[in-house]
Every structure is written in structure tokens, then in C-alpha cells.
């Protein structure tokens, strides 16, 4: 199993989340969140803002499933003509156990 961390533009989320639902990702969490990247933020006059808002989301795929998942995440989360800086970044790991709390079960 992998988690795959997708951190993206706040408003890309519901494209992103609509995909991933019709390629039968259904399980994934979104999480506000706030950072910069290689932009290292924005200014606007004098003002440096280098805390912009995102959302990461979370999902735990089969080892098998990761460059279709990461491909329909790429897909519904890069800006219009080729992507642009702060579109986002996807982080892989590997995750050695899940376990469903309600269940007990073992896996995804």
C-alpha cells in the first residue's frame, strides 16, 4: 500500500475530489493547510504573503494503482496551459499496515 499526498490549490479540490471519486478513489481526506513552495510566496506592492492557502489530500491506494491515481490528481489539478508554479506536489510512502478502527480488518 501507498499514501499519496496531494497539496494543491484550494480551488482545484473539488475537480481533483470528482475525479478521483469517478476512477474509484471514494476514500481520500482534505485537509487545509497553508506553506509555499519554489514561488516562495507572492507580493503584492510591498506586501509579502509566504504563508498562501492549499489543501492536501490523502489517500492510501494499492502499490498497482499509484501512476493511474497520480496521474488523475496531475490531470485535474494543473492550471490551464501546461500547469504554472503553485499548482502543487504529490508525495508517495509507503504504508506498512491500515487497519479499519470499526472492523478490526486488516488492509484497505
Do not use: H, N, W
Not at 513552495?37 to 489530500?57: A, F, H, N
Not at 485535474?76 to 478490526?104: H, L
Amino acid at each position: 500500500m501507498l499514501m499519496i499526498r496531494a497539496i494543491v490549490r484550494p480551488e482545484k479540490t473539488s475537480k481533483i475530489m470528482k475525479a478521483m471519486f469517478e476512477a474509484g478513489y471514494v476514500a481520500v481526506t482534505k485537509v487545509s493547510v497553508v506553506g509555499r513552495g519554489k514561488q516562495r510566496g507572492i507580493k503584492i506592492g510591498e506586501v509579502t504573503y509566504d504563508e498562501l492557502p492549499k489543501e492536501m489530500l490523502i489517500a492510501v491506494v494499492k502499490d498497482e494503482d499509484k501512476d493511474f491515481c497520480v496521474t488523475t490528481i496531475m490531470d485535474a489539478a494543473r492550471s490551464k496551459g501546461g500547469g504554472a508554479y503553485g499548482d502543487g506536489k504529490i508525495f508517495i510512502t509507503p504504508v506498512e499496515e491500515a487497519y479499519t478502527i470499526s472492523t478490526g480488518a486488516k488492509g484497505l
